[in-house]
């Protein structure tokens, strides 16, 4: 409830007296005075609790297909650009890339923006420890800010991470986290609001998902995503879930896609139920290989990564983003 303000007019009556007693004179030869009825107008504000219903105008129609993926302004050939993952208000991109003024390899960039509609500014690279001369790939953030994971890779492929102190303080070097490495190779990890995390593995077949919650301080035992994968024998990667972990788009090459590695989305009733059947996001997959990124909290927009070419011997990907209808 809130006080919304409404003018009342208040009229009073005002008796003006005489100033001697009774209808003779008095002493200093005081005069009897008329009573006069005067109406004086008063406007006061009277505060009135009314009702007040908060309006939330969603910016797509869950249901509607994606529109056609649209490529992010600071992608560059023929070095690479992938894997943008958002923050919750979407002012904040962070993605890997071998563009020039990094360490070498793939390394951890971020850029900036005013609001979720502006162009994203020129790209930065994280600063401190954290980007080597090897590889880091794939990043995704803590919503406090404070937590890093991407892969990394020395012989294998591993989920690592950084803490920081404070969001004004650079990040350190990623070390690997012994509790997700499960297999022979490990990556692409997605963390979610509540530091619950997904991420691709080998551990069982060529390429599964798991997903592992928080206790505080480190990870439960992982657990193995199941209700999609198609005997076994289809690889499944780059998990992307929404924030209450019902809907999961990930990266596979299994049959009924465009060619290549698409994007596919399935969904479930709650976090201890199996996924569903998923179906080819046809909309935003090309001829050649495409796989999710960030998916927004509403399901609205989806950002991806595509390879687009090869230029001299090494695969150029970019980043591109898909909004869906009204």
Known sequence: MAGAITWKTVRVALAVVGLGTGCGSVENDSVDAPTIDAEVVIDTAVVVDTPVVDTLVARCNPTAPFGTPMPLPFNTTP?????????????????????????????????????????????????????????????????????????????????????????????????????????????????????????????????????????????????????????????EAKPVVSPNELILYYQSARAGGRGGFDVWRTTRTSTVAAFGTPINIDGVNSAGNDGPSWISADDCVLYLTRNVGAVGGATDYDMFYAVRGM
Do not use: K
């Not at 995704?140 to 004004?168: C, E, H, I, P, W």
């Open 79 to 235: 070095t690479s650009e992938e894997a943008g993952f958002l923050t919750a208000d979407e002012r904040t991109i962070y993605f890997s890339s071998t563009r020039p003024g990094g360490n070498g390899g793939f390394d951890l960039w971020f850029a900036t923006r005013a609001d979720s509609t502006a162009a994203f500014g020129t790209p930065q690279l994280l600063g401190g420890a954290i980007n080597s001369g090897g590889t880091e790939r794939g990043p995704t953030v803590s919503a406090d800010g404070l937590y890093l994971y991407a892969s990394t890779f020395l012989n294998d492929y591993n989920v690592s991470v950084n803490r920081r102190a404070d969001t004004g303080s650079t990040f350190g070097a990623l070390t690997a986290v012994a509790e997700l490495n499960v297999g022979t190779q490990d990556g692409d990890p997605y963390l979610l609001p509540d530091h619950t995390i997904y991420w691709a593995t080998d551990d069982v077949s060529v390429g599964d998902l798991y997903r592992a919650t928080w206790n505080g301080s480190s990870f439960r035992t992982p657990e193995r995503m199941t209700g999609f994968d198609a005997a076994g024998t289809d690889l």
